[in-house]
């Protein structure tokens, strides 16, 4: 089984920034895409970045050029850095991860850090 924990969650005003982090742990996987997906009060959770081991990204229309998704595909971390924040980002923000064993894919969740912007 593979463990996500994350951390960087916080609260910050408009116009700040912020940096997540997320290790994954464990063994009899290999991670092949990371990511962070959010979820606001009302919303449907939604993807907000991902990276594959081939380095290819991928960016929610309302992050890009604010948001920046980077790897150590050594340690198996994934960060978020998240500049210029609107209180439209306040969500709970779940690290994510795509891992295969035995030519299957399955699907690991970390518990979620709380991402409050506000004056």
């Known amino acids: 089984q593979v463990q996500l924990v994350e951390s960087g969650g916080g609260l910050v005003q408009p116009g700040g920034s912020l940096r997540l982090s997320c290790a994954a742990s464990?063994?009899?996987?290999?991670?092949?895409?990371m990511g962070w997906y959010r979820q606001a009060p009302g919303k449907q959770r939604e993807l907000v970045a991902a990276?594959?081991?081939?380095?290819?990204?991928n960016y929610a229309d309302s992050v890009k050029g604010r948001f920046t998704i980077s790897r150590d595909n050594a340690k198996n971390t994934v960060y978020l850095q998240m500049n210029s924040l609107k209180p439209e980002d306040t969500a709970v923000y779940y690290c994510?991860?795509?891992?295969?064993?035995?030519?299957?894919?399955?699907?690991?969740w970390g518990q979620g850090t709380q991402v409050t912007v506000s004056s």
């Open positions: 994510h991860a795509n891992g295969r064993r035995n030519y299957e894919l399955y699907q690991f």
């Open positions: 464990g063994s009899g996987f290999s991670i092949v895409v």
């Open positions: 990276s594959n081991n081939a380095g290819i990204t």
